[in-house]
């Protein structure tokens, strides 16, 4: 097959990374699947829940509305790109199996990359003045690119390109952050916020709705079902529906202070706060099972009230019960 030369580098690329897992015996194939962990929701999740209900709330904000923002640009890139797996494009390229349940959807750009340097690049912005936590952030970012790489599921353009456009967005949220700070006229510039992210929300949930799609075949299956890819990141934009909706309500009337408690209960909260998440997220899979265009709604309104518990609901109980 021809690629391209622009291509064909990153194909040959790939290929001698799965080599050298075949010659060193796989070494570091448990080492990359754990560190490709850190691009996933798991992780992100547990990271913001920590910050925004017991550290500091407003770099909690920052990190969430930024992993958020990143998500969507990410999502419509994707869809509007439309490039195959690696795998796909080259039969040669085979990836580490255990990768695959987490490699959905197209392959520009990574959404891994895209969630590691939203949510620890702006981490490290946010605590810049700590080294050590600066350079664990540097280390874990492209620990996670090199990982989608030499697990064969990216391209190195896959992850390159996703770096860059979420370098991009924490640039522009810390500089609307600081916007936003400095509200002391009116006090309605967190509304303006709130109405972009929503924006931004439906309008990629709109375009992903009515874009074409390109039907390929291979033996005799589709390779991505456009319909199912379309649900599937549809009801994942619930999340960002409640996030935001949650920041408004908790900023404009529930006024939360994640310093309130002891150490002890700051602990005991994040991980029940936690259990609480993964809980509600536990339930999703018995509501995809039933079907249909009813199960798809469910799970939209699933993650919508995941999102409006970590941002609304569960700061408002700690503050009511000074937690």
Same mark, same amino acid.
């Given at each position: 097959? $021809?690629?391209?030369?622009?291509?064909?580098?990153?194909?040959?690329?790939?290929?001698?990374?799965?080599?050298?897992?075949?010659?060193?015996?796989?070494?570091?194939?448990?080492?990359?699947?754990?560190? %490709?962990?850190?691009?996933?929701?798991?992780?992100?999740?547990?990271?913001?829940?920590?910050?925004?209900?017991?550290?500091?709330?407003?770099?909690?904000?920052?990190?969430?509305?930024?992993?958020?923002?990143?998500?969507?640009?990410? !999502?419509?890139?994707?869809?509007?790109?439309?490039?195959?797996?690696?795998?796909?494009?080259?039969?040669?390229?085979?990836?580490?199996?255990?990768?695959?349940?987490?490699?959905?959807?197209?392959?520009?750009?990574?959404?891994? %990359?895209?969630?590691?340097? /939203?949510?620890?690049?702006?981490?490290?912005?946010?605590?810049?003045?700590?080294?050590?936590?600066?350079?664990?952030?540097?280390?874990?970012?492209?620990?996670?690119?090199?990982?989608?790489?030499?697990?064969?599921?990216?391209?190195?353009? $896959?992850?390159?390109? /996703?770096?860059?456009?979420?370098?991009? !967005?924490?640039?522009?949220?810390?500089?609307?952050?600081?916007?936003?700070?400095?509200?002391?006229?009116?006090?309605?510039?967190?509304?303006?916020?709130?109405?972009?992210?929503?924006?931004?929300?439906?309008?990629?949930?709109?375009?992903?709705?009515?874009?074409?799609?390109?039907? $390929?075949?291979?033996?005799?299956?589709?390779?991505?079902?456009?319909?199912?890819?379309?649900?599937?990141?549809?009801?994942? /934009?619930?999340?960002?529906?409640?996030?935001?909706?949650?920041?408004?309500?908790?900023?404009?009337?529930?006024?939360?202070?994640?310093?309130?408690?002891?150490?002890?209960?700051? !602990?005991?909260?994040?991980?029940?706060?936690?259990?609480?998440?993964?809980?509600?997220?536990?339930?999703?899979?018995?509501?995809?099972?039933?079907?249909?265009?009813?199960?798809?709604?469910?799970?939209?309104?699933?993650?919508? !009230?995941?999102?409006?518990?970590?941002?609304?609901?569960?700061?408002?109980?700690?503050?009511?019960?000074?937690?």
């Amino acid at each position: 097959m $021809d690629y391209g030369n622009w291509l064909k580098w990153q194909i040959d690329y790939l290929l001698y990374l799965q080599n050298f897992r075949d010659v060193s015996h796989h070494i570091l194939d448990k080492f990359f699947i754990y560190i %490709t962990l850190f691009g996933e929701i798991t992780v992100p999740i547990i990271l913001i829940c920590t910050l925004y209900w017991c550290i500091n709330k407003r770099v909690g904000q920052f990190v969430i509305f930024t992993w958020l923002a990143s998500f969507m640009f990410n !999502i419509m890139a994707k869809v509007t790109a439309c490039i195959y797996r690696p795998w796909v494009l080259d039969c040669r390229v085979h990836p580490v199996p255990q990768a695959i349940p987490a490699a959905t959807g197209y392959s520009f750009p990574s959404g891994h %990359t895209a969630g590691v340097t /939203s949510v620890w690049g702006s981490l490290a912005v946010a605590y810049w003045n700590k080294k050590w936590l600066r350079y664990l952030c540097f280390f874990i970012i492209p620990a996670v690119m090199i990982s989608r790489n030499y697990l064969g599921v990216h391209t190195p353009q $896959d992850v390159v390109v /996703s770096f860059f456009i979420s370098v991009f !967005i924490i640039w522009g949220m810390y500089n609307i952050f600081k916007w936003l700070d400095n509200d002391v006229k009116n006090g309605n510039r967190d509304l303006v916020l709130a109405f972009c992210m929503i924006f931004l929300i439906t309008l990629t949930m709109c375009y992903m709705w009515f874009k074409s799609y390109p039907i $390929d075949y291979l033996c005799g299956k589709i390779l991505y079902d456009p319909c199912s890819m379309k649900h599937l990141e549809l009801t994942r /934009s619930g999340f960002f529906f409640g996030a935001v909706i949650g920041w408004l309500i908790e900023r404009r009337f529930i006024g939360f202070d994640s310093q309130i408690g002891s150490l002890k209960n700051k !602990i005991i909260r994040a991980v029940i706060g936690i259990l609480v998440v993964f809980a509600l997220h536990s339930a999703i899979p018995v509501i995809k099972s039933a079907g249909g265009c009813l199960a798809y709604a469910g799970m939209f309104v699933q993650l919508m !009230i995941i999102g409006l518990f970590i941002t609304c609901i569960y700061p408002f109980l700690i503050k009511r019960f000074n937690a």
